[in-house]
């Protein structure tokens, strides 16, 4: 391979991967748990603290219960990524913009994180093998009220 086919080479995984990352988050938003699925590997290794962390089935169940099943609307923001390419492997850093909106009690939850990920190449094309999310600050609110109210949950 020469070395144009190469940095084109990489330039393409790294688009595919910008390409997965916003699949993902879109699949969130849209409440897709197949279309999620579709975006990890079977053996992906998955930590959301402060919920846990989880396998492949563990996330999908915690996401149906949490929100596939229920009224709650979510926006997924992915934001800054830095890829770096290294062969059939990838890492991923990211900066998450996230609201949470339940109509039930009319209460939000505006969210800042960073994701860590790490990326494989498979027959299927790349997919996430592993993914972390660190809270950087969660505010929680209502719009219950004449006045909406929020308050901070978590800075860091």
Same mark, same amino acid.
């Given at each position: 391979?020469?070395?144009?086919?190469?940095?084109?080479?990489?330039?393409?995984?790294?688009?595919?991967?910008?390409?997965?990352?916003?699949?993902?988050?879109?699949?969130?938003?849209?409440?897709?748990?197949?279309?999620?699925?579709?975006?990890?590997?079977?053996?992906?290794?998955?930590?959301?603290?402060?919920?846990?962390?989880?396998?492949?089935?563990?996330?999908?169940?915690?996401?149906?219960?949490?929100?596939?099943?229920?009224?709650?609307?979510?926006?997924?923001?992915?934001?800054?990524?830095?890829?770096?390419?290294?062969?059939? $492997?990838?890492?991923?850093? !990211?900066?998450?913009?996230?609201?949470?909106?339940? *109509? /039930?009690?009319?209460?939000?939850?505006? @969210? =800042?994180?960073?994701?860590?990920?790490?990326?494989? $190449?498979?027959?299927?094309? !790349?997919?996430?093998?592993?993914?972390?999310?660190? *809270? /950087?600050?969660?505010?929680?609110?209502? @719009? =219950?009220?004449?006045?909406?109210?929020?308050?901070?949950?978590?800075?860091?």
């Amino acid at each position: 391979m020469s070395d144009l086919e190469a940095r084109i080479a990489k330039l393409e995984a790294e688009s595919d991967i910008r390409k997965l990352k916003a699949r993902y988050l879109n699949a969130c938003d849209a409440k897709d748990v197949e279309a999620i699925r579709a975006c990890f590997t079977e053996d992906a290794e998955i930590e959301f603290p402060p919920l846990g962390s989880f396998d492949l089935d563990g996330l999908m169940g915690i996401f149906t219960q949490m929100a596939a099943t229920t009224p709650i609307v979510d926006v997924h923001h992915g934001h800054n990524g830095e890829i770096e390419i290294d062969g059939d $492997n990838a890492t991923g850093h !990211w900066n998450l913009g996230f609201a949470t909106y339940d *109509p /039930r009690e009319k209460s939000f939850r505006m @969210l =800042a994180s960073f994701y860590e990920d790490r990326y494989r $190449n498979t027959a299927e094309g !790349w997919r996430i093998c592993y993914t972390k999310s660190t *809270p /950087r600050t969660i505010v929680d609110g209502t @719009l =219950a009220n004449e006045t909406p109210t929020a308050k901070w949950a978590i800075e860091s």
